[in-house]
């Protein structure tokens, strides 16, 4: 490198430029001193020997001296320090300085982006090193000046970004001066202090010495309604980045690729110590702390109402079992969903379309995970209860919501007289309880094998919204004859595997649902539609008992009707579908329908094995979609249309509009380059300088960006050059995505070649976040349908070609008569 001093300036000159003190030698190769010359590299000075020098950057010193150099991008900034200082002049070890971006950013010049800024030809400026800046700013948080402590906690927000000056931070006890600061100011100087705190989180090291104490202070920040909005976001995010930094949850990205993961330890030091059950154990000190955050999912801040659908999200998907039944109970109470159903036709901005996708699929874990846990009961009936059958407590919870709907019927007990039971243990009563609501046996447990406590609890919701006529719909049934009887129980265990097959519940972290489902996130409702729909199918088919796979046919036939394109529909015309079609048109509608499908893809053993096909099929196309990132693709470097971008932005752009992008094999990093054109990029690191790193992924936003103007991507580009209306404002691309970091910044903006490649890198990059994510796109999803559909039909080859009959159910055989029973030698 080597400093270029100059004549008096033009008056058409931008930068003001100094003299330098002496004309210094070029850095990387050593030579004699080069006589002053010109910046111009294509004129020659009559009288000059050598050739001229060409200075890459300006860089202006601390006394306001500025100078033009020609930095060698193979040097380390150190070096380039060092040079300066000695060519310069100026007093002091090297050590203590540092380069930054002389422009608004303020960046530090690392050895990673030193080459980007001699391409960009970036002004810079030599500063203090961040040794001495982090000690500065300590010594600033200590002296708990109002107006010094304001300004230093203002620039700490964004230099605790730089891994160095926080290393420097966290080496010299910068994080418990940053946490006693928090705890005792308010106002503006907390929500810089917050922030800085966020920021600081960012970084995989130096937070673990967070104390329970400090956490239950954030909890009172945000559970706090008087506290300013610029105050509660930092919050918000500081509390949902505890609970990622689970060792469990980090474990889970790596391990992925293999489909295991272990439960392990974290290591001392280690900040993946906190997770879900440390952050929610301070949340339960604060009752009304939920209710503060969904409420806030109503506010007009849209930054904080998607800080806040965010904390939602992690909590769901990383709630633990000891706590997931408390918190999804919590949720349900403070009718989380229907705030949610009003974002998705009031929400303002492209980011909160994601969180609220991550939502939905929340939601499908959170009823799967209802619909596995068993209902365990004692049956709940009076009489001698001798029988093992009714040995041993039941779910209180569960017990409670069975008493509920049975004194909701307001029916009497019916106790034969007693009888020696098949085992021969002793005498017990014929009673007849259960079965008057509808349910096959007195052991209820039988009718929610399949349903669980989500059964359990779409009964317990449809008697709760109209008792009255519950009352009546069990009194009706119970005075016909016993073979003209509506099962109400039982039909509504059946309108929940409907509800479940139609909204693809068939394992937790496996929604494929590209669009918004607000009658999903009503399932109550539609449960208590369908169902009452069901009944008066039956009533008006004059059903019989052995009808009742029949009468559910024509209900699933109706959810499939009434449920379809539920972005567009509105609520009051699905309750019309369901209360008000008539029997013959729906009839008629199943008919055309039977003359389409197989009755036999109906049937329960089927409807399984497709959902075990269907978590194999998703499995696999998340596997191709991670080795698309693996191999590396090239994309354009997108104009973002909801943002306005420097200039110096804007000129990168324009001299490289090319972006390759590949995804490290440890699944943690993406590295890329930026290039004026396409070119063959070789397996290792060396055409990719600079890194992403997956962990700073919040979301993947789509339809975010334009395809700047004089780009030709090739076939697509036909496409693409269109989207500029005749007043030449860009106009977003369907197929550019942007990632978007866990403060809401885009670290990057991409337009992909074509579709696939679209598809292949959004749903790969949602698949890869620690929280799930969600599949973006429709071509993913009929991906998945398509390999489950053709594996169902594989399956069925065998049996179909046999012409083995699938029953619809498999009714157990009776007990044996003794337990007198040995193995057999053979």
Sequence with gaps: MSTLSQPPLSPTSPVPLQPSPTATPST???????????????????????????????????????????????????????????????????VLYALRDAGEKDELVTDENLRAKIKDKAALKLTSAPLLEAMETIDKLQLRDEKTLRLCLFNLQKYIKEEQFANEFLARDGLRELCEVIVSVGGN?????????????????????????????????????????????????????????????????????????????????SVYRFGFDVVYEQMRHERNLL?????????????????????????????TPAHWVELTSALERLNTSRAVIRLMSSHTIEDLTNSILDYQGNMVRVLYFKKTRRVHVTGGYSGDQHDDYASGGGDAEQEAMLEYIWAAGKLEVDVGPGQVNSRGKGSMRDVIKWRKLGFQSEDVRRDFEHTGMLGLECLRHFVQADPSRFAQLVLEQNSRAMERRCPIARASNEVVEIL??????????????????PFFLSFYKVHALALHFFLRMWSDSGAAASDFPRVASLARSQVKAALQSETERPWHEVE???????????????????????????????????????????????????????????FVNGAPVSQAQSPAATQRRQGRPWRYMRLDRNLKVIHFCDS????????????????????LIGEIAINTCALPPGVNIGAGASVS????????????????????????????????????RWADWTDGLNMLRRDGGHV?????????????????????????????DIPSSLMPGSPPADTNFFFSDL
Aim: charged fraction near 20%; glycine fraction near 6%; include cysteine.
């Design 776 to 804: 973006a796109t429709s071509e993913t999803a009929g991906y998945v349908h398509s390999l489950t559909e053709i594996g169902l039909k594989i399956k069925l080859l065998d049996l179909s070609g046999e012409k083995v």
């Design 28 to 94: 990387a190769t050593p030579t004699p001193p080069q006589p002053t010359t010109t910046p111009t590299p294509t004129t020659a000075q009559p009288g000059r020997r050598g050739p001229v020098l060409i200075a890459t950057n300006t860089v202006t010193t601390k006394d306001g001296l500025t100078v033009r150099a020609r930095i060698d991008p193979t040097l380390s900034v150190a070096d380039v320090i060092k040079q300066l200082c000695l060519n310069l002049k100026i007093p002091g070890n090297p």
């Design 500 to 517: 479940s097959d139609h909204w693809s519940i068939f394992a937790p972290g496996y929604s494929t649902s590209t669009t918004f489902q």
């Design 576 to 634: 019309q579908d369901f209360l008000e079609s008539e029997y013959r048109a729906v009839r008629d509608r199943q008919m055309k329908e039977l003359e389409l499908e197989d009755d036999l893809l109906t049937k329960v053993p089927v409807r399984n094995l497709r959902a075990k096909l269907y978590k194999e099929s998703y499995e696999f196309i998340r596997q191709q979609r991670i080795q698309c990132l693996i191999q590396g693709a090239w």
């Design 189 to 269: 100087t907390l929500a810089y202090a917050l922030t800085a705190l966020s920021n600081l989180l960012d970084l995989p090291y130096g937070w673990s010495a967070l104390s329970p104490q400090f956490i239950y202070k954030i909890v009172l920040i945000l559970a706090s309604p008087n506290n300013l909005v610029n105050v509660c976001r930092p919050a918000t995010l500081i509390l949902k980045k505890l609970v990622e930094a689970d060792g469990n949850v980090a474990n889970n990205i790596a391990s992925s690729s293999s489909g295991a993961g272990k439960k392990s330890e974290p290591s001392p030091g």
């Design 721 to 756: 050059q269109q989207l500029q209306d005749p007043g030449h404002h860009l106009v977003a691309s369907p197929i550019s995505f942007s990632l978007i970091s866990v403060k809401g910044e885009s670290i990057g903006d991409h337009v992909a070649t074509d579709l696939s």
């Design 291 to 319: 209710e503060i955050v969904v409420g806030r999912l109503g506010g007009s801040e849209s930054l904080m109402v998607l800080y806040s659908m965010t904390l939602l999200n992690s909590l769901l998907s990383h709630a």
């Design 676 to 695: 004026a054109l396409k070119f063959p990029v070789r397996s290792g690191l060396e055409d990719l300088p600079e890194r992403i790193d997956v962990s």
